[in-house]
């Protein structure tokens, strides 16, 4: 089997061991026999000897095989166990029986099952991909996303920044990523991925250097922590005592791409002219025979991405003709906003990866590895049917990465070993926008909105971070009992600019009020107020270091053969630099938040969140109901403390009040007239001018925690196939609570029909010296379940299979899906106001329905030809959505861009709609809308009432991937050479047929109806419902975007492999 599930081993894990009891025929325990376990490529050499129970451990030993086993004790027969394979964190069990007979026996050859879930360590949920999976596995992206959807209890989404992962319903940012066991997170937060480098797209790795994934869901050993989600580590390869490599090359252009996917006749046409490619090459071999090894993979990736967009789609009011005149316009100021044609997003990658490998002795054993990724990366971002995006409102990005990691493996006599993990990881990130510098602009056109002018969050984006991190394990062997002791300790250190809409945004109700040159509706900018520059030459950068710290203590106990108990604990604490302080706003300014009735708690610019220890206790089991190995229950409670994305924490050194300052409308006397020239922006520089937004932190304010629940029960049948049910709950212990304390309560509240949610003055600020004023605290509300069942089908005659389906919700008050503590509160959706309704709603990462299979068969012809197919299949619930009024911030006035959840009219009568050129009369639009209602089976049953947070989704989608492998092989030298063919093609459904295989993007806010203004009265809202809707029988859009769309994919490889 190529899917296993197995133990935790540690932070990161990157090893496997053998334990197990050695008994005469009799069954009494012979102590001091010897144990020597050889990894057979290698010669590398692990053993120890039992202990006065009979019973032994052979830790930290190489994932792969083959390993031979072999057991003595003086005056007895010699017991051996060949073709032994071992997967990442596995605990392979074998117990000896030796015998007084001078008899000489047969050596016993078994082949380990690598699917074998009826480990005894195994207690929580975890998901292991060796090397046979990950070669048949059909992959287009080559990226840790392709194989982590392997873990039932995850979700796969891909973004801009490639593959974000989701686990047991929790945040994408709240999972640990290990590269042979040293941290890897992008620990700022940025990348959606959480990788480093994960803005750009690229993988952190490449797939060609990685000999095992492990996803853990919930392990119950008190070493692997920094995760709320889950664990994903990878271990690299390595080299042997023989020299085998491979050089290979894939690709894929405009040819091997399928045609428009559409429900209706229109014209099915090819993406426009795009390629693809990646080449590369790997080797590994002994530098000294049976002692060192070195392994060295070297790979390129050259992509582009398209993006297909038709004008004809486009919804808002702008035309061919109004659009030609807005290029005019922008001509006179000396500015090409770019192209509107379907624009590719760009990326060339560099990946080294340099591993050694040194077995000082049996006992002593180190490995080292390099990496390093360079990524330079065009985001153009993609035009859609209500958004129209200019290629220079693009982002150019340009990161380098550099990680190092070392490890010593040390088994110190019969009874105790250690193992050494440090790391070092750089990461500098540079973003900026493309074309010539400009404002960015933004224009409402009806339903629709026109993006020109720089990528806000560009103008002013400079990120470099390091992470060093040591981690220690010592394991103490007594009896039936292991005891761990350990420590780990990450230290990070950030420098970030981030000046977001440092050029200036300008904002219009209409292009015409553009075109005439009238004052912009809305204007926003934040500058530098540490110096006189715009863009990235600013010194206004926030730099502070933080670090993790986590100790711990854990008792293993093999209470029987078939009974294993883990009780431990674990203390982390996160302490971070204090912020600059501000006296003004800690003396003047608080006063007036604690008049308005804000509990600041303890919050002050200047002193930052107490170091504070957090503890996670763990308990886990491990029960072999039969003694057979036919019947199995597992198991365990416990708390798991998560990183949190330091981009968050880290907003407080950046916006404290003198730092960056915010202009407006009014600020300096600006009138809101365009001002072309960046540098001719309101926001005079004044360092003792107090302005902008500012991020405080509750006192006490504590990281991530949760706490996991799990049990479950693995079966083997009769036939050999292994059935599993597996159970996972999850409570919140503390998660990320925002406020705005700078915004007064309602004075009043809208009239007119059935919704009489409060209206806000945002321009009456407690304190008008700032904008928004965030503080962090934390709440306890949340939680997650997820139930999953697994069907596995063992290696027979070449064909292995596996199927599981999934179930699970998850429950939040905020999703933390923004890098910016100010977006956090902005973006909560809300009826009752941000800092006043804040209920418990349904998570955008709640996983719903999700099944996922997968089979691969291969034929060996003869020894020379092979043929060998993969096929995976995942059927999943649509993403949640909610459905929010369009220019919902001038209906309540709480903040901009505001995600005001809508109010499901009961009647004609209950809903205020005005005659619309476009949308049609108001009885028109109501005919509409009432049948649009109707046909959503959720808002059909909210008449009357609001719409809530996520409970709508898109359609259930049906992915089939295809992998074909042809092997042609020669021995020649004693080696052997493999010429391989390779297809993989991404959705081979709609290969097949062009209505199968549809994905559906609905935007995670589905604007349903447009706030027009309120009638004389000012507090009874008009709305238009835009008529086009009325064409689709839901909010549904096909996604025709990226790679994994709706349009199938194919990519061709080859791949030249000798030695092995």
Do not use: C
């Not at 509240?749 to 949610?757: A, F, P, Q, S």
Request: zero cysteines; charged letters at 20%.
């Amino acid at each position: 089997m190529l899917v296993t599930v197995n133990a935790a081993f540690g932070q990161g894990t990157t090893t496997s061991s053998i334990n197990g009891r050695v008994t005469d025929a009799s069954g009494e325990t012979l102590p001091g026999a010897t144990i020597v376990a050889v990894h057979t490529p290698s010669g590398s050499r692990y053993g120890n000897i039992t202990n006065s129970d009979g019973y032994y451990r052979i830790p930290n030993m190489r994932v792969g095989g083959p390993y031979t086993v072999t057991v003595t004790f003086v005056g007895y027969q010699e017991f051996k166990k060949e073709n032994v394979y071992l997967t990442l964190g596995q605990a392979f069990r074998i117990n000896a029986q030796l015998s007084e007979t001078s008899v000489s026996l047969e050596a016993v050859e078994v082949v380990a099952d690598k699917s074998d879930v009826f480990d005894g360590n195994r207690t929580g949920a975890e998901t292991v991909v060796g090397l046979e999976q990950i070669n048949s596995t059909p992959t287009v992206a080559r990226a840790i996303g392709d194989f982590a959807r392997f873990t039932p209890q995850a979700t796969i989404d891909e973004g801009n920044d490639g593959f974000s992962i989701s686990i047991g319903g929790q945040n994408n940012r709240y999972n640990s990523i290990y590269i042979d066991g040293a941290v890897n997170n992008d620990v700022f937060g940025l990348a959606g991925s959480g990788t480093n480098g994960g803005q750009t797209g690229v993988s952190p790795i490449s797939i060609d250097a990685i000999e095992q994934f492990q996803i853990q869901v919930a392990p119950f050993d008190v070493r692997v922590s920094g995760f709320a989600g889950g664990a994903i580590n990878a271990v690299t390869r390595s080299g042997s005592n023989e020299i085998e490599g491979s050089v290979y090359r894939f690709w894929r252009n405009e040819n091997l791409a399928g045609k428009t996917p559409r429900d209706t006749d229109g014209a099915r046409e090819r993406l426009a002219n795009f390629s693809a490619e990646t080449i590369g090459f790997r080797v590994g071999g002994p530098i000294i025979k049976d002692k060192l090894f070195l392994f060295v993979n070297v790979e390129n990736q050259s992509d582009e991405t398209p993006q297909p967009f038709d004008f004809n789609d486009y919804e808002g009011d702008a035309t061919a003709a109004d659009i030609d005149a807005l290029r005019t316009k922008l001509s006179g100021f000396g500015y090409d906003p770019g192209t509107l044609t379907p624009n590719p997003v760009i990326l060339d990658s560099d990946k080294i990866t340099a591993k050694l490998d040194f077995n000082l002795n049996q006992n002593n054993k180190i490995s080292a590895r390099y990496s390093y990724v360079k990524a330079d990366n065009i985001e153009a971002v993609r035009s859609s049917n209500r958004t129209l995006n200019f290629y220079n409102r693009s982002e150019a990005f340009l990161s380098k990465t550099n990680s190092l990691s070392a490890e010593w493996s040390a088994t110190l006599g019969s009874n105790a070993s250690n193992k050494l993990t440090i790391g070092y990881v750089s990461v500098n990130d540079d973003r900026d926008p493309t074309g010539t510098d400009f404002p960015t602009v933004i224009i409402n056109d009806g339903v629709g909105r026109i993006n020109f002018g720089a990528e806000p969050f560009s103008t002013a984006n400079l990120l470099d971070q390091t992470v060093f991190t040591i981690n220690d394990n010592f394991e103490l062997y007594r009896g039936k009992h292991t005891f761990t002791f350990g420590l780990n300790a990450e230290f990070y250190s950030v420098e970030n600019l981030f000046i977001a809409f440092n050029y200036g945004e300008y904002e219009y109700d209409d292009l015409n009020q553009f075109l005439t040159d009238q004052p912009a509706s809305d204007y926003f900018r934040l500058y530098s107020n540490r110096d006189n520059l715009t863009g990235d030459g600013s010194i206004a950068a926030a730099i502070f270091n933080s670090s993790l710290f986590g100790l711990y203590a854990q008792d293993e106990i093999q209470i029987n053969n078939d009974l294993k108990m883990t009780f431990g604990l674990r203390v982390d604490m996160q302490a971070f630099d204090d912020t600059p302080e501000n006296a003004d706003f800690n003396n003047n300014s608080i006063p007036l938040y604690e008049a308005a009735g804000y509990d600041l708690k303890g919050a002050r610019i200047g002193q930052f969140i107490k170091t504070q220890p957090l503890l996670s206790p763990r308990f886990g089991f491990n029960w072999d109901v039969n003694g057979d190995r036919t019947l199995q229950v597992r198991g365990g409670a416990g708390v798991f403390t998560s990183r949190i994305p330091l981009v968050w924490p880290g907003g407080a050194y950046n916006n404290n009040g003198f730092n960056t300052g915010a202009a407006f409308i009014g600020t300096d006397g600006f009138d809101g007239v365009f001002r072309p020239d960046i540098n001719n922006q309101p926001g005079t520089f004044d360092p003792t001018r107090q302005s902008g937004n500012i991020d405080l932190f509750a006192e006490d304010f504590k990281i991530p925690q949760v706490a996991k629940f799990n049990v479950a029960v693995d079966k083997r049948l009769e036939n050999g196939w292994i059935w599993s049910v597996d159970a996972l709950y999850t409570k919140t212990i503390h998660a990320v609570r925002y406020e705005n304390i700078n915004i007064r309560p309602s004075t009043s509240n809208l009239t007119g029909t059935g919704d009489n949610r409060p209206i806000y003055n945002r321009r009456d600020e407690v304190d008008d010296t700032y904008s928004r004023v965030i503080l962090a605290s934390n709440t306890g509300r949340g939680y997650a379940y997820n139930l999953s069942t697994t069907l596995t089908m063992p290696l027979t005659n070449g064909l292995q299979s596996s199927i599981s389906y999934s179930y699970g919700e998850s429950f939040n008050v905020f999703d933390g899906t923004s890098s910016q503590n100010s977006s956090q509160w902005r973006g909560l959706h809300s009826v009752g106001g941000r800092n006043f309704d804040q209920p418990l709603v349904k998570s955008f990462f709640s996983p719903g329905h999700r099944i996922i299979a997968q089979a691969s068969y291969r034929k060996e012809w003869n020894a020379n030809l092979a043929t060998q197919i993969g096929l995976v299949y995942e059927g999943r619930s649509g993403r949640p959505f909610s459905y929010i009024y369009n220019d919902g911030d001038r209906l309540t006035n709480e903040a901009s861009r505001e995600r005001s959840l809508i109010y499901v009219p009961e009647n004609a009568s209950d809903i205020i709609l005005v005659d619309d050129a476009n949308a049609g009369t108001a009885a028109e639009q109501w005919t509409a809308l009432s049948t649009f209602i109707n046909s959503d089976e959720y808002l059909s049953s909210r008449r009357g009432q609001y719409a809530e947070v996520n409970k709508s989704r898109s359609p259930f989608t049906h992915i089939f991937d295809l992998r074909l492998i042809q092997d042609f092989s020669i021995n020649a030298g004693g080696k052997k050479h493999t010429l391989q063919f390779t297809a993989d093609i991404y959705n081979f459904g709609n290969l097949l047929n062009s209505d199968w295989g549809r994905r559906y993007f609905v935007p995670s806010d589905f604007e349903l109806l447009n706030f027009e203004g309120f009638l004389p009265d000012g507090t009874t809202p008009t709305y238009t419902f835009d008529g086009v809707l009325d064409n689709d029988p839901s909010a549904n859009r096909i996604d025709d975007s990226g790679l994994t769309s709706s349009r199938w994919q194919m990519q061709l490889g080859l791949r030249y492999t000798f030695g092995n």
